[in-house]
């Protein structure tokens, strides 16, 4: 069985691999009785300097999600629940009245062991990366810069060598 902190450093270790550049936060709550609740948000951009409007909650890759876990051990709880709360990318609006528009890369909420939510997680890593990949040249980054300014934050391609 994995431990909290393996899935951890797991889960950060390939999202670093596909966004050397990127930042992930990990936090712990306890909610309720004896309830574990880990909140896993990931930024595409990592320092304010280069958000839209100096705001790290403007960063274009919505990506946040919360693991339930009944009970306190060191271990994942066979039916730990995994679910994303946003999957989603700014990018231009193609509609004249919004600011930007938003590309969903779809996501399941999982109930199972650490192994299979690591599983699942590092999935929608994956996918958010290729979303990003995909849409890049109509990301919504900050207006007042170019868009060359963001190339750094470009995700690794998994058939790029890092």
Same mark, same amino acid.
């Given at each position: ?66 693991? +339930? ?10 039916? @730990?629940? @995994?679910?994303?709360?946003?999957? +989603? ?58 868009? @060359? ?14």
């Amino acid at each position: 069985m994995i431990t909290k902190p393996e899935f951890f450093d797991k889960v950060q270790a390939h999202f670093y691999k596909r966004f050397p550049n990127g930042k992930a936060t990990i936090r712990r709550a306890v909610l309720g009785h004896a309830n574990d609740h880990f909140f896993i948000k990931f930024f595409l951009i990592p320092n304010t300097e280069d958000q839209s409007f100096g705001l790290l909650d403007n960063d274009p890759l919505r990506f946040h999600f919360s693991i +339930s876990d009944a009970g306190e051990a060191e271990t994942f709880n066979p039916k @730990s629940v @995994s679910e994303a709360m946003q999957d +989603s990318l700014c990018v231009k609006s193609t509609d004249p009245y919004y600011a930007m528009g938003s590309v969903k890369f779809k996501t399941r909420k999982k109930t199972g062991t650490g192994e299979q939510i690591l599983k699942q997680v590092c999935k929608a890593i994956d996918k958010a990366a290729d979303h990003t990949i995909e849409n890049w040249d109509n990301i919504y980054f900050d207006p007042r810069r170019p868009h @060359s300014a963001f190339e750094k934050y470009k995700p690794v391609s998994l058939t790029e060598k890092v």
